[in-house]
């Protein structure tokens, strides 16, 4: 079993959905939450959490938090000596994600509500990951320049999972399958 798995073993995603859901939590597949976001398809999230190969001690930024389960399937990875940030653009869903994580009981992670016409949180990066569970119609140059070197960020653009990784000062890009996630929205300058 590896890391990921252990995660997913430790972080049931029941928790983490709507009470009339919660009987659909082993469906391999997107559930809605509310506000036109979905809890994304274990499989899917599973596949993103391996691309981003997060660390103990980490500093990970979760973009497009929902209901708080990628953030807390994101602090199991990083453990106590870590630090994660879920931001969510719906006020109600970041209100619900931060007492979902909270509920936990892992001081490491934390939901917020995203800052208007910010995209990610620039103001305490460089994050060493950035895992973004909202497609991209490019990639987002702000999200790019809030990766640490050495970094890792894993976002869906124009329906391919991307993986940038950032290493000793050169930035490679990479593609790994076509999936479906709902639309990201960017403040205006990233797009």
Partial sequence: MDAVDRAFEAVPRKGFLPRLARSRAGHDG???IGHGQTNSQPRTVAD???LLDVQPGQRVLDVGSGSGWTTALLAHL???EGTVLGVELEADLARWG???VAALGVPWARVREALPGVLGDPYDAPWDRILVS???DSLPPSLV???ADPGRLVIPVAGTMTLVVRADG???TSHHGRYRFVPLRQPRADR
């Fill in 78 to 80: 990083t453990g106590p």
């Fill in 134 to 136: 909202a497609e991209a």
């Fill in 98 to 100: 931060a007492q979902n």
């Fill in 170 to 172: 050169t930035t490679s």
């Fill in 48 to 50: 993103m959490l391996r």
């Fill in 30 to 32: 997107p559930i809605l």
């Fill in 145 to 147: 320049d809030q990766l």
